[in-house]
Nanobody, 122 residues
Framework: QVQLVESGGGLVQAGGSLRLSCAHSGITFIRYNMAWFRQAPGKEREFVAGISKSGGSTSYADSVKGRFTISRDNAKNTVSLQMNSLKSEDTAVYYC???????????????WGQGTQVTVSS
């Protein structure tokens, strides 16, 4: 059974930072592209950042470029999202996703976590 579990969400003031992590079980981590998505109340789920299997390629939504950094540690089987200079519009539930073939901005990832809430107060 595949499980992705996000952690690290919380309440932060605008301009602050948070680091999200995603742990998994049931998959061979290095065989999967990983990504972070988010969904704000009343809005559709949107792509935030993606990273290839080796970690050699990353992609970002324009709205987070220069502020967020996705990384992975294949030895520790984790993927992280470092979020700096947070804005109120970054408030959302953040989801970790995994897929063997999908990469980048696609909602068709095979596996999804349950999400972690990030709230940025202005």
């Amino acid at each position: 059974q595949v499980q992705l579990v996000e952690s690290g969400g919380g309440l932060v003031q605008a301009g602050g930072s948070l680091r999200l992590s995603c742990a998994h079980s049931g998959i061979t981590f290095i065989r999967y592209n990983m990504a972070w998505f988010r969904q704000a109340p009343g809005k559709e789920r949107e792509f935030v950042a993606g990273i290839s299997k080796s970690g050699g390629s990353t992609s970002y939504a324009d709205s987070v470029k220069g502020r967020f950094t996705i990384s992975r540690d294949n030895a520790k089987n984790t993927v992280s999202l470092q979020m700096n200079s947070l804005k109120s519009e970054d408030t959302a539930v953040y989801y970790c996703a995994a897929d063997r073939n999908r990469y980048g901005n696609s909602l068709d990832y095979t596996y999804w976590g349950q999400g972690t809430q990030v709230t940025v107060s202005s």
